[in-house]
């Protein structure tokens, strides 16, 4: 273990350098993972989404067998409103503190999302205004595949449901004895979800963005999941539903200088790497001894975790810690990687380095805010960005939830004072019916 994990520091001062940190820059690239639509992996993402498109829940139930091991029929589909009561009762008398912590985490989530939200403006003001609606029906996506994720249910319905969404639907593989896990039931019991699908992976994405089984499609579809979750939700979107952004794998960088806790840092990349082989954590420092003293700190904890196979697997398929001349080229390359989520101990400085940060989906400022904190209780939500998307695209929040409508609203003075340079512009395009539309107003 200790010299495999060797290869993941590149420093500066290697004669490879450059030609290293182009080749991890490939693999943070959108399209690192599937290269593009011609890819084979597109290719087959595409397969199921026409299979579902044209099959409805025959397809979905064929996927199902065939990714998930399950066999069901479209009647097992749904959980049953005595499931979701089931396992919150279960959690409730077996586990209470951990309701309790659900709760909790609950209204922090909610207290943010609400403050925040921008969706109470409906004002008018000279002429025009804007107005928000709350999207009607929209579709939650949780991984279940290598740990089950209730924390996603919070992070993604209680920002809708502040936003003021009706309908949510949430969908998840059945890996737990054929099912979903009950702590994720439970959750959605708690907060009164009650359309839950034991359906994953692409033809789940599928199924709810077609209007062909017993799944009625939804207005957009939201949350993580892995690259062919993913794949899926872009190929449906626009033309079908919308979506949030493309939300996966994981991945966390940790800018680190010399006042950096080593033994703290290598947890935080264990932390992410554990998700799953294909999550990445990535270090950037100004200090190769530090950068030395981490690595040593990953090969005396990785062989301590439960999954370790995982997150040894990550740190040597899309993990490196990266030493650089100095904090410039460290915070260059971090808006460069422009990560989902970016941790910076750096002492005293950490403040003043997250000002200079302008690419990440969420910023964690000093050594006693690790991911986790943001995971599962801070409040903003931890569905974000990946893939160095986080240059175009943002977290999800409760305003990813509503639409605007743009309000004019001119009486016969403003009209009549905007008239000749709208019909001068109308004739500058040819448009003689705009014009005339001006024109016939002013005539009486």
């Given at each position: 273990m200790s010299k495999e994990l060797d290869k993941i520091l590149i420093s500066a001062s290697q004669p490879d350098f450059n030609k290293r940190l182009e080749k991890l820059r490939e693999k943070k690239a959108p399209a690192g993972r599937f290269a593009g639509y011609d890819s084979e992996g597109s290719i087959e993402v595409l397969k199921i989404v026409r299979k579902v498109s044209d099959g409805g829940d025959e397809a979905v139930a064929e996927f199902t067998e065939k990714f998930d091991g399950v066999k069901l029929t479209f009647q097992d589909f749904r959980i049953s409103v005595q499931e979701l009561e089931n396992a919150h009762s279960e959690i409730e008398k077996n586990k209470p503190e951990l309701l309790a912590s659900i709760r909790q985490a609950i209204e922090n989530v909610k207290k943010y999302q609400t403050e925040i939200f921008i969706g109470s403006n409906k004002s008018c003001s000279g002429g025009t205004g804007i107005k928000y609606t709350p999207i009607k029906r929209v579709g939650i996506c949780v991984p279940g595949a290598s740990a089950p994720l209730p924390s996603t249910v919070i992070m993604t319905a209680v920002p809708a449901q502040v936003a003021g969404v009706k309908e949510i639907v949430l969908v998840s593989p059945p890996r737990y004895n054929g099912s979903i896990h009950p702590v994720t039931l439970a959750v959605c019991f708690e907060l009164g979800i009650d359309e839950v699908y034991r359906i994953g992976g692409a033809q789940a994405i599928a199924a709810l963005a077609c209007d062909k089984g017993s799944i009625p499609m939804v207005d957009k579809i939201v949350g993580p999941g892995n690259q062919w979750v993913q794949t899926a939700k872009k190929m449906v979107s626009n033309d079908y539903v919308g979506?949030?952004?493309?939300?996966?794998?994981?991945?966390?960088?940790?800018?680190?200088?010399?006042?950096?806790?080593?033994?703290?840092?290598?947890?935080?990349?264990?932390?992410?790497?554990?998700?799953?082989?294909?999550?990445?954590?990535?270090?950037?420092?100004?200090?190769?001894?530090?950068?030395?003293?981490?690595?040593?700190?990953?090969?005396?904890?990785?062989?301590?975790?439960?999954?370790?196979?995982?997150?040894?697997k990550s740190l040597l398929g899309f993990g490196a810690i990266i030493a650089l001349n100095d904090i410039t080229e460290v915070i260059n390359l971090a808006n460069d990687l422009a990560a989902e989520h970016l941790q910076i101990q750096c002492g005293g400085q950490s403040r003043k380095i997250a000002d200079k940060i302008e690419n990440a989906g969420a910023i964690f400022i000093g050594e006693y805010s690790p991911v986790a904190v943001g995971d599962y209780w801070a409040g903003p939500s931890h569905t974000l960005p990946t893939e160095m998307r986080a240059k175009f695209s943002s977290a999800l929040t409760s305003n990813d939830f509503i639409k605007s409508t743009s309000i004019i609203e001119y009486d016969k003075k403003k009209l009549t004072e905007s008239s000749e340079d709208i019909i001068r512009l109308a004739q500058a395009e040819g448009l003689d019916a705009h014009a005339k539309s001006i024109k016939i107003r002013q005539q009486d």
């Open positions: 979506i949030d952004s493309i939300m996966g794998p994981s991945e966390v960088l940790i800018i680190a200088n010399d006042k950096a806790n080593p033994a703290w840092v290598a947890a935080d990349m264990l932390s992410q790497a554990e998700h799953a082989s294909d999550s990445s954590a990535i270090v950037l420092t100004n200090s190769e001894t530090i950068a030395t003293k981490i690595l040593e700190e990953l090969k005396n904890q990785i062989g301590k975790l439960s999954r370790a196979n995982e997150a040894k």
